[in-house]
C-alpha cells in the first residue's frame, strides 16, 4: 500500500464575537487566505456569521489566487450570535437552528467541502429528557445529512467535551449514535483537545470510530498549536496512517501568543510529524 499523506488546514474566523476564540486568522478573508498559504498549508476552515455573509464569487477568486482549498465551514455562529441550537426545547429556535445549518451546507457544498455541527448542537436542558434530547438531534442530523448527501458531501458532528455539551462527549459514544439512528451522510470531527479530556486513550478511540471519521482538529492539550502543550501525538499520527486517513489535520487552536506564532507552529508541527510532501514549502 502507498503511503498515506495528511493535508493540512487552518481556521479563519469572520465573526467578531468569536475574537479570542480558538481561531487562528480573524478578520480579513483576503489577508487571511494569503497569509495561509504563504506559510504553506493546503485549506482554509472558515467559521462565517452566516451563509449570506460568504461572497463565494470572492472566496473561489481567493483560493484559486493563493491555490487553497476549503476544507470545511464551521455553524457555531448560529449558537454564539443566535443561542440556536438543534436540541432547543423550543420548536422555532431549533427550526432557526436547522434553517443557519442547512444555508451553510448549501455554501460550503459549493466548494466541495462539508459543514461542521459543533456548538450549534445544543446540550440537553433541565426541562429536556435525554431521550427527547438524542431524538431531537437525529432528527436535525438526518435531515441535515440527507441535504449535504444532495449535494454530494458529507456533515461533520464533532462529540464536544463535556464542559461545553452534554450530548455525546466520547467519539465512540457519537459513532455509535450515528450507527444506532441510520443516519446517512453524517461523520465524525474528531477534536484532539477535546479528545483529550474524555478519551482513555486517543488512539484506539480513532481506531474504533476509523470508519466514521472525516476530520480531524489539530491542537494540543491546552488548545494552542501542537506542540505548545504536552500531547503525545507521535502514536496518533502512527493510528491515523494505519487506519488509511487521508483527510485534513485542521488548527482549531487559540491565536496565542500571537497568530502568526500560532500558524508557524502547526505547519512546522505537520513537517516534523508527517515528513511528507503532501505539504508545500513556505
Same mark, same amino acid.
Given at each position: 500500500?502507498?503511503?498515506?499523506?495528511?493535508?493540512?488546514?487552518?481556521?479563519?474566523?469572520?465573526?467578531? /464575537?468569536?475574537?479570542?476564540?480558538?481561531?487562528?486568522?480573524?478578520? %480579513?478573508?483576503?489577508?487571511?487566505?494569503?497569509?495561509?498559504?504563504?506559510?504553506?498549508? %493546503?485549506?482554509? /476552515?472558515?467559521?462565517?456569521? $452566516?451563509?449570506?455573509?460568504?461572497?463565494?464569487?470572492?472566496?473561489?477568486?481567493?483560493? *484559486?489566487?493563493?491555490?487553497?482549498?476549503?476544507?470545511?465551514?464551521?455553524?457555531?455562529?448560529?449558537?454564539?450570535?443566535?443561542?440556536?441550537?438543534?436540541?432547543?426545547?423550543?420548536?422555532?429556535?431549533?427550526?432557526?437552528?436547522?434553517?443557519?445549518?442547512? *444555508?451553510?451546507?448549501?455554501?460550503?457544498?459549493?466548494?466541495?467541502?462539508?459543514?461542521?455541527?459543533?456548538?450549534?448542537?445544543?446540550?440537553? /436542558?433541565?426541562?429536556?429528557?435525554?431521550?427527547?434530547? /438524542?431524538?431531537?438531534?437525529?432528527?436535525?442530523?438526518?435531515?441535515?445529512?440527507?441535504?449535504?448527501?444532495?449535494?454530494?458531501?458529507?456533515?461533520?458532528? #464533532?462529540?464536544?467535551?463535556?464542559?461545553?455539551?452534554?450530548?455525546?462527549?466520547?467519539? #465512540?459514544?457519537?459513532?455509535?449514535?450515528? $450507527?444506532?439512528? *441510520?443516519?446517512? +451522510?453524517? *461523520?465524525? @470531527?474528531?477534536?484532539?483537545? +477535546?479528545?483529550?479530556?474524555?478519551?482513555? $486513550?486517543?488512539?484506539?478511540?480513532?481506531?474504533?470510530?476509523?470508519?466514521?471519521?472525516? +476530520?480531524? +482538529?489539530?491542537?494540543?492539550?491546552?488548545?494552542?498549536?501542537?506542540?505548545?502543550?504536552?500531547?503525545?501525538?507521535?502514536?496518533? !499520527?502512527?493510528? @491515523?496512517?494505519?487506519?488509511?486517513?487521508?483527510?485534513?489535520?485542521?488548527?482549531?487552536?487559540?491565536?496565542?501568543?500571537?497568530?502568526?506564532?500560532?500558524?508557524?507552529?502547526?505547519?512546522?508541527? !505537520?513537517?516534523?510529524?508527517?515528513?511528507? %510532501?503532501?505539504?508545500?514549502?513556505?
Amino acid at each position: 500500500m502507498g503511503v498515506v499523506s495528511f493535508l493540512s488546514a487552518v481556521t479563519i474566523s469572520l465573526v467578531p /464575537e468569536a475574537r479570542g476564540g480558538p481561531f487562528v486568522f480573524s478578520g %480579513d478573508l483576503g489577508r487571511c487566505c494569503a497569509r495561509a498559504a504563504a506559510l504553506g498549508f %493546503d485549506a482554509v /476552515e472558515i467559521f462565517p456569521p $452566516s451563509a449570506d455573509a460568504v461572497d463565494a464569487g470572492e472566496l473561489k477568486a481567493l483560493l *484559486k489566487r493563493h491555490d487553497l482549498r476549503l476544507a470545511a465551514m464551521g455553524t457555531g455562529a448560529g449558537w454564539l450570535k443566535h443561542r440556536w441550537s438543534l436540541t432547543s426545547a423550543d420548536p422555532s429556535i431549533r427550526k432557526h437552528a436547522r434553517d443557519f445549518v442547512g *444555508k451553510i451546507i448549501d455554501c460550503a457544498a459549493a466548494f466541495k467541502a462539508p459543514a461542521i455541527i459543533g456548538s450549534i448542537q445544543g446540550r440537553v /436542558e433541565a426541562d429536556v429528557t435525554r431521550k427527547q434530547g /438524542e431524538q431531537w438531534l437525529a432528527e436535525s442530523l438526518r435531515s441535515l445529512g440527507r441535504r449535504a448527501g444532495r449535494n454530494g458531501v458529507t456533515l461533520l458532528y #464533532e462529540p464536544l467535551n463535556r464542559y461545553e455539551s452534554n450530548l455525546f462527549n466520547r467519539a #465512540e459514544d457519537a459513532a455509535a449514535f450515528l $450507527s444506532r439512528r *441510520k443516519l446517512s +451522510h453524517v *461523520k465524525l @470531527l474528531c477534536d484532539l483537545f +477535546h479528545m483529550n479530556i474524555e478519551e482513555a $486513550s486517543i488512539p484506539a478511540t480513532l481506531r474504533a470510530v476509523a470508519r466514521q471519521l472525516g +476530520h480531524i +482538529h489539530f491542537a494540543d492539550t491546552n488548545r494552542r498549536a501542537m506542540g505548545f502543550g504536552h500531547l503525545d501525538v507521535a502514536p496518533i !499520527i502512527q493510528t @491515523l496512517r494505519d487506519i488509511r486517513y487521508a483527510g485534513y489535520l485542521s488548527a482549531e487552536v487559540l491565536p496565542m501568543p500571537n497568530p502568526e506564532a500560532a500558524a508557524r507552529q502547526t505547519i512546522r508541527a !505537520i513537517r516534523k510529524l508527517i515528513k511528507t %510532501d503532501s505539504v508545500k514549502p513556505c
